[in-house]
T-cell receptor
Framework: GAVVSQHPSWVICKSGTSVKIECRSL??????MFWYRQFPKQSLMLMAT?????????EQGVEKDKFLINHASLTLSTLTVTSAHPEDSSFYIC?????????FGEGSRLTVL | TQLLEQSPQFLSIQEGENLTVYCNSS?????LQWYRQEPGEGPVLLVT?????EVKKLKRLTFQFGDARKDSSLHITAAQPGDTGLYLC?????????????FGQGTILTVHP
């Protein structure tokens, strides 16, 4: 199956700093990628759809200025959490569709102190 | 917005028992997928069902798509501790929502030895 890789797997940062999470499709090209947020023992919450070469589409209630998404190439999408606060601490996951299947990254655990 | 109601939310059983997880919606999906996720990792696709009434088997796991393509079930026979994890159903609305799945709330399964 297709491989999607996320980096970093976990990150700890101070409140007020910005953190960038990368999502790469390793063996295929992805014009679209999805970013999710997941709280402990809960399902995935779609944050935004990342589109290569154009602006991301954000879900209702997600602050686009806080969660910056860039899809600069067909194999890389990035999510930057700007001016992070403790309430931004969460598990962030990306995925990319291949035909009718979604392949997920390993996830990135963000802890904001 | 299409919703998927997944139940039960939590399931704690003994090794060897059978179990069924349900996903129900009032909306039609062009396909439905089941994922399994372990703590600290991204979801992994188990199966995709596309045709109404379709039944797929994966070892001790049986997946069924409802005739009207509005509901699905996952049945596990003789559960083992290795089956422990978060199970997610996800429906593809079809149309132009390529890859933008609607996720159920998830079922946390714990199988005790």
């Amino acid at each position: 199956g297709a491989v999607v890789s996320q980096h970093p797997s976990w990150v700890i940062c101070k409140s007020g700093t910005s953190v960038k999470i990368e999502c790469r499709s390793l063996d295929f090209q992805a014009t679209t990628m999805f970013w999710y947020r997941q709280f402990p023992k809960q399902s995935l919450m779609l944050m935004a759809t990342s589109n290569e070469g154009s602006k991301a589409t954000y879900e209702q209630g997600v602050e686009k200025d806080k969660f910056l998404i860039n899809h600069a190439s067909l194999t890389l999408s990035t999510l930057t959490v700007t001016s992070a606060h403790p309430e931004d601490s969460s598990f962030y996951i990306c995925s990319a569709p291949v035909v009718r299947e979604l392949f997920f990254g390993e996830g990135s655990r963000l802890t904001v102190l | 917005t299409q919703l998927l109601e997944q139940s039960p939310q939590f399931l704690s059983i003994q090794e060897g028992e059978n179990l069924t997880v349900y996903c129900n919606s009032s909306s039609v999906f062009s396909s439905l997928q089941w994922y399994r996720q372990e703590p600290g990792e991204g979801p992994v696709l188990l199966v995709t069902v596309v045709t109404g009434g379709e039944v797929k088997k994966l070892k001790r796991l049986t997946f069924q798509f409802g005739d009207a393509r509005k509901d699905s079930s996952l049945h596990i026979t003789a559960a083992q501790p290795g089956d422990t994890g978060l199970y997610l159903c996800a429906g593809e609305p079809g149309g132009t929502s390529y890859g933008k799945l609607t996720f159920g709330q998830g079922t946390i399964l714990t199988v005790h030895p």
